[in-house]
C-alpha cells in the first residue's frame, strides 16, 4: 500500500550539494521510521542515515556532517541534503520507510559523484 517514489539524482561534481526527495503515498506518519540507504555494485546495501518516529537521527561515519536527513509531514516527504559530495559517495540511494512491523523501499536513484 506503501509507495516510495525518489528524485534528485544525477551526476555532480566532486565539492558539490544534492537534494534526494522521497515522496510517500498516501502519506507519512510522525510514527515512522525513514531513512536512506545506498549500494555500490558488488558491494552490502549500507545504511546512510536513518531518523526515528521519535526524532532521534543517526548516521553513517562517513556522512556525519555533511549529510542532513529530515521529513515534511505536510509534503509526505523525506529528504537527504548532500553537501561536499565526494567520489565515494556514488552508489545508488534508497528511500526506506518502516511502519511497524512492515519495510518499505523506493526503486532507488543514482548518485554519481565525479569531475
Known amino acids: 500500500q506503501v509507495q516510495l517514489v525518489e528524485s534528485g539524482g544525477g551526476l555532480v561534481q566532486p565539492g558539490g550539494s544534492l537534494k534526494l526527495s522521497c515522496v510517500v503515498s498516501?502519506?507519512?506518519?510522525?510514527?515512522?521510521?525513514v531513512g536512506w540507504y545506498r549500494q555500490v555494485s558488488g558491494k552490502q546495501r549500507e545504511m546512510v542515515a536513518l531518523?526515528?518516529?521519535?526524532?532521534?537521527?543517526s548516521y553513517v561515519d562517513q556522512v556525519k556532517g555533511r549529510f542532513t536527513i529530515s521529513r515534511d509531514y505536510a509534503e509526505n516527504s523525506v529528504y537527504l541534503q548532500m553537501n561536499a559530495l565526494e567520489p565515494e559517495d556514488t552508489a545508488v540511494y534508497y528511500c526506506?520507510?518502516?511502519?511497524?512491523?512492515?519495510?518499505?523501499w523506493g526503486q532507488g536513484t543514482q548518485v554519481t559523484v565525479s569531475s
Open positions: 526506506y520507510l518502516q511502519r511497524f512491523p512492515k519495510e518499505y
Open positions: 498516501p502519506t507519512i506518519f510522525s510514527l515512522d521510521n
Open positions: 531518523k526515528f518516529g521519535d526524532g532521534i537521527t
